[in-house]
Nanobody, 123 residues
C-alpha cells in the first residue's frame, strides 16, 4: 500500500492550499481517510477525517471552519482544502487510511500512512 500526498508548499498567512492524497494498493472506496500533521518539535496531531462513504467528517477544533476534507471515490483521491492559513498551521501533513471505513481521530485508528508533504505559512 502506498499513500502519495501532494500540494504542500509555502504560502503567506491568510492564503490557501489544497492537499491531495492518492492511495494505491487498497480499495479506496472502502477506506476511511484522514489528515494528520506534525509541527516542528511537536507530536503528530489529528486534523480531519472522512468516512469511506464521505457521509461522516470530523475536524480538530483548531481547523474547524477553515479546513475542509473531501473525497472523490471515482478518482481515488482525498483532499484537504486549507483556507485562512496561519503560521501555526506550519507542519508536515500526513495522509492516513483505515480499512474499517470509519473516520477516527486517533493515530491508532489508521493502518497506512503517507510520507508527508510540507506546508509552511509565513507571517
Amino acid at each position: 500500500v502506498l499513500l502519495e500526498e501532494s500540494g504542500g508548499g509555502l504560502v503567506q498567512a491568510g492564503g490557501s492550499l489544497r492537499l491531495s492524497c492518492v492511495p494505491s494498493g487498497l480499495t479506496f472506496s472502502r477506506n476511511g481517510m484522514a489528515w494528520f500533521r506534525r509541527a516542528p518539535g511537536a507530536e503528530r496531531e489529528f486534523v480531519a477525517a472522512i468516512s469511506s462513504s464521505g457521509e461522516t467528517v470530523s475536524y480538530d477544533d483548531s481547523v474547524k471552519g477553515r479546513f475542509s476534507i473531501s473525497r472523490d471515490n471515482a478518482k481515488n483521491t482525498v483532499y484537504l482544502q486549507m483556507n485562512s492559513l496561519q503560521p501555526e498551521d506550519t507542519a508536515v501533513y500526513y495522509c492516513a487510511s483505515n480499512e474499517r471505513g470509519h473516520s477516527g481521530r486517533y493515530s491508532g485508528d489508521y493502518d497506512y500512512w503517507g510520507q508527508g508533504t510540507q506546508v509552511t505559512v509565513s507571517s
